[in-house]
RNA sequence: GCCGGAUUAGCUCAGCUGGUAGAGCAGCGGUUUUGUAAACCGAAGGUCACGGGUUCGAGUCCUGUAUCCGGCACCA
């Protein structure tokens, strides 16, 4: 006998061999038809599944949120039934659920076509009419490889030979189609219903190694009823609008072009809001202890090949050789030119942690495939620093930058998606044993300053060390590696930076690479994403229009622009011969921050009729007042806190909270 | 780099099965002096990404190249 405890807390025995759907039928028989696999203690099971042991239960019917994962994963099955009824000879390989869907690889000679898709989601409709029984069968391991080579499907064969020993194998039949899976699944291919879409065609590459073969990967999408699919998909479209090329473009921000690949043209009003974000930065890096410097762009192949970046990142390195016949190359990174100013003179144990910071441009020959928007660029400026410090020191750097991070990111807006810890590569410097402490080090130094679980990634690390990374999130939910910070035994050894110990030895100091940021273009196509180009007015590139209403208005409107640009407000006029509405439909829709309107009334009074973003109503002040008031709501999130601190108690340290 | 798609006016897009290009907005010229999300009129604007081919004839079909987009790989 088992016992299971229903979700009102009751509990119930039942026989030996007893299945979710005896379970429900017992309750009742709408709730037998209605189930589609249950919960025991935490795990999803087959409905017509033998329990294999009493607890927590719960049945699932197709809207529990809950079954939402299997729905996509029978979807993909579905998919690929479809496939291989349409294109005998295609092999499957696996299928997964994934956010907001699923998708499928398979193994064939021609690739597929977007036309196919219309001609496959077709078919996975008629397969869902077929209400498909579903049904899972245990198999002997061997008789399973045999099978699988035997029908073909190669790559079934391979996975079912790669799984551990002490794993079962299991075959799903779907109607007279199978395939080796591990489930659960829904009872039959109804439940999987309509509400799904196929979206889009890739070449995945066959466990995701590009050495391997490619296969052709199918992307869809699935959910529990047509309303959520259609809501769905329009998220995705009103995502796309806040798209930061798109965006870029409208707002007159910044361009690409072919002869610059990878590179920015950034026009005035971009440029404003890199520097803007640039400035604060620089203040929040002055205040933490770093000291700004600037190295060379260009360097010696020599140097390169000394720190290992000519071996290892080669390929990636724009080079160029002289007339001379010197070997150049742009720099890649600036950690070089670092230790460089680290060696010149003596160091001591007194000098440490050093922290030395620069806005560095750098250039890689990223793979054309890797280009996108300003997220993935050739040329980008790191918001790049260099601690030397020693290694009982590494733990309170690492607080120290997290919680630099979270304050930055916390004054942008802009929410962490995730923080990943990239551990020892297969391929790398440095013996076991240093990077034990390496990883320990970070892990344990990250654990304490964020606030949110952190992922582990075996292999993912750089070839000198382990590194934390900061996920932000762009429209579409793509997620981009923004703040790092890297552990690195390896270079000071490799460029002999040393710094005198208490006891007069030498002794190498350990290096923090680390970027808030990451690059700062990148980190502004998010600001822009998750703005939607409504930027907070201390952002805004133009922060008030001062638009006139009448040609009378005109020599009053300079003066009031005049006036607020004295306050430190990045200000506009518009004098067009044009009807207020259309002034202030167009500077609506381009997202001005402020809208100053003056018409006869204004100019004879001294006032401005302020409208705010998003808001319809106006605010009637007097021009010093309107100055005064916007000056101080366009300071930047840092300056305005130490403008608070410094008239608050004098008790409270200037901008002790966020030194860090 | 690999797979699939796209590329037509400054921008957003139309152009059916081949018959030498069309709209809206913007820009330009004029009229209008306007009170909080689009005043009116007019003229202009294109080597249909680029190169080759098929055809009497190519924006449309074939082919090569480039860039961009969606993925994959890569991201030290």
Not at 194 to 210: E, I, S
Not at 399 to 427: C, E, I
Request: glycine share 8%.
């Amino acid at each position: 006998m088992i016992d299971l405890i229903f979700p009102d807390g009751s509990q119930r025995q039942y026989e030996d061999g007893a299945t979710g759907r005896s379970v429900a039928a017992s309750i009742a028989k709408s709730l037998e038809k209605r189930a589609v696999l249950i919960k025991l203690d935490g795990e999803l099971y087959d409905l017509d599944r033998a329990l294999p042991s009493g607890g927590v239960f719960e049945i699932l019917t197709r809207d529990a949120p809950e079954a939402l994962d299997t729905i996509r994963h029978d979807a993909s099955h579905v998919m690929a039934e479809a496939v291989q009824e349409l294109f005998p000879g295609t092999q499957v390989t696996i299928g997964p659920a994934i956010e907001d869907g699923f998708y499928y690889d398979f193994a064939r000679a021609t690739p597929f076509s977007l036309d196919d898709l219309a001609k496959i989601e077709q078919r996975m409709k008629e397969i869902v009419d077929r209400d498909e029984p579903i049904t899972r069968e245990v198999w002997n391991r061997e008789e399973a490889i045999a099978h699988f080579t035997e029908i073909g499907e190669a790559y079934k064969a391979e996975i079912i030979s790669d799984l551990p020993g002490t794993d079962e194998i299991t075959v799903y039949r779907q109607g007279q189609w199978k395939d080796l899976c591990r489930g659960p699944h829904l009872p039959s291919t109804k439940h999987v219903g309509k509400a799904f879409k196929l979206t889009k065609l890739a070449g995945a590459y066959w466990r995701g190694d590009h050495r391997n073969a490619q296969l052709q990967r199918i992307y869809g999408t699935a959910w529990a009823s047509e309303a959520d699919l259609e809501a769905y998909l329009t998220r995705i479209e009103e995502a796309e609008k806040r798209d930061h090329r798109k965006i870029g473009r409208a707002m007159d921000l910044f361009h690409l072009q072919e002869e610059a690949k990878g590179m920015i043209f950034w026009h005035p009003k971009g440029w404003t809001l890199f520097r803007t974000v640039q400035d604060y930065i620089r203040r929040r890096l002055d205040a933490g202890g770093y000291q700004e410097v600037k190295t060379p762009q260009i360097m010696d192949r020599g140097l390169w090949d000394r720190s290992g970046h000519w071996e290892k990142f080669g390929a990636n390195m724009f080079v160029c050789e002289t007339t001379e016949g010197e070997e150049l190359a742009v720099k890649p990174m600036n950690c070089p030119g670092h230790i460089q100013i680290f060696n010149v003179g003596q160091k001591s144990y007194r000098d440490l942690p050093l922290r030395l910071a620069e806005f560095g441009a750098c250039h890689r020959y990223e793979p054309s495939g890797a280009l996108h928007g300003i997220m993935r660029l050739r040329a980008f400026t790191q918001d790049d620093a260099h601690i030397f410090c020693r290694e009982d020191q590494i733990e309170e750097e690492t607080t120290r930058f997290v919680r630099l991070l979270n304050s930055v990111y916390s004054d942008f807006g802009v929410h962490l998606d995730s923080v990943k810890l990239a551990l020892r590569p297969d391929l790398r410097a440095g013996t076991d044993e240093v990077w034990d402490i390496a990883e320990d080090k970070l892990e344990r130094a990250a654990r304490q300053a964020v606030n949110i679980g952190i992922e582990r990634m075996p292999g993912e690390g750089a070839f000198y060390g382990p590194k934390l990374e900061f996920h932000l999130r762009d429209a579409i939910g793509r997620t981009w590696q923004c703040g790092t910070l890297q552990l690195d035994f390896v270079l000071p050894e490799r460029l002999d930076a040393e710094y005198t110990a208490e006891d007069g030895s030498k002794q190498r100091p350990v290096v923090l690479h680390r970027a808030v940021f990451g690059a700062v273009e990148r980190f502004l196509g998010i600001l822009i994403e998750n703005h939607a180009g409504a930027f907070p007015l201390w952002l805004a590139p133009t922060q008030v229009v001062v638009a006139t209403i009448t040609s009378d208005a005109d020599d009053y409107a300079l003066a009031v622009a005049q006036e607020l640009r004295a306050a430190g407000l990045r200000v506009e006029t518009d004098l067009r011969n044009e009807k207020i509405n259309y002034k202030i439909r167009e500077h609506s829709l381009a997202k001005a921050p402020v809208i100053a309107v003056v018409g006869r009334r204004e100019a004879e009074e001294g006032k401005v009729a302020l409208r705010r973003f998003g808001s319809d109503g106006q605010e009637i002040l007097s021009l010093a007042q309107a100055a005064k008031t916007l000056a101080l709501e366009a300071l930047a999130p840092d300056v305005a806190r130490s403008t608070a601190a410094a008239s608050a108690s004098p008790r409270e340290p200037v901008g002790a909270r966020e030194a860090g």
